[in-house]
């Protein structure tokens, strides 16, 4: 499974942003896309993950509300669109995949084997 994360750049706060996540090559049973941000001296975060056959979707808690997560099937794309955006939102954002697992499993980063290359979101004034 190949991934290609983009659409990152600088951002006012309060302002928004949307990612992209070009998706290709996906091997048997692959089937969920999952958005992670690297904050600054901080631990990889999950934000959200979506089903790319049914559109079923997963969210951290704390990011619910600010942020969706879509897929476009015909362009092979999954989108995060992040509102309201504040500083503590700064980091590199990749997006991962993996198969169909546990609902309560897809928060954990250990568990996609698959990653893209990561894309720079800054929230500054």
């Known amino acids: 499974v190949q991934l290609q994360a983009s659409g990152g750049g600088l951002v006012q706060p309060g302002g928004s942003m949307r990612l992209s996540c070009v998706a290709s090559?996906?091997?048997?049973?692959?089937?969920?896309i999952g958005w992670f941000r690297r904050a600054p001296g901080r631990e990889r975060e999950f934000i959200a993950a979506?089903?790319?056959?049914?559109?079923?979707?997963y969210f951290a808690d704390s990011k619910k509300g600010r942020f969706t997560i879509s897929r476009d099937n015909v362009k092979n794309t999954v989108y995060l669109q992040m509102n309201s955006l504040k500083p503590e939102d700064t980091g590199v954002y990749y997006c991962a995949a993996t198969r169909p697992r546990s609902p309560d499993t897809y928060h954990y980063h250990q568990n996609y084997p698959h990653w893209g290359q990561g894309t720079l979101v800054t929230v500054s004034s």
């Open positions: 090559g996906f091997s048997l049973g692959i089937d969920y």
């Open positions: 979506i089903s790319w056959s049914g559109g079923r979707t």
